[in-house]
């Protein structure tokens, strides 16, 4: 069983930074990071394999950073240079398929947090 639990959202004014924490029972091997604003289409932002390697949207690339930490069975989403067109639901998702650099398509999902930029 995974059950992810994303926290740490909430509103900040454009160039500032937030760090959302997404809690892991049963840690996948590959895990991403998604949003999806009122209106729009959910969008993929990144993901982060056993390994730790990540890849990333190339509308944060540079700005937003994934990580973990397996002692604390937590996944993070470190966003810097916030952006208003960043204001979205974020989600944590996990999967245990193969290829996790180019999966888009994970079997499990958080309940997301609101991300507010000004």
């Known amino acids: 069983h995974v059950q992810l639990v994303e926290s740490g959202g909430g509103s900040v004014q454009a160039g500032g930074s937030l760090r959302l924490s997404c809690a892991v029972s049963?840690?996948?091997?590959?895990m991403g990071w998604f949003r999806q604003a009122p209106g729009k289409e959910r969008e993929w932002v990144g993901n982060?394999?056993?390994?730790?390697?990540?890849n990333y949207a190339d509308s944060v690339k540079g700005r937003f950073t994934i990580s973990k930490d397996n002692a604390k069975n937590t996944l993070y989403l470190q966003m810097d240079s916030l952006k208003p067109e960043d204001t979205a639901m974020y989600s944590c998702?996990?999967?245990?398929?193969?290829?996790?650099?180019?999966?888009?398509?994970?079997?499990?999902w958080g309940q997301g947090t609101q991300v507010t930029v000004s």
């Open positions: 982060i394999n056993g390994i730790g390697s990540t």
């Open positions: 049963g840690f996948a091997v590959c």
């Open positions: 998702a996990a999967d245990l398929s193969p290829g996790c650099m180019g999966r888009r398509d994970f079997r499990y």
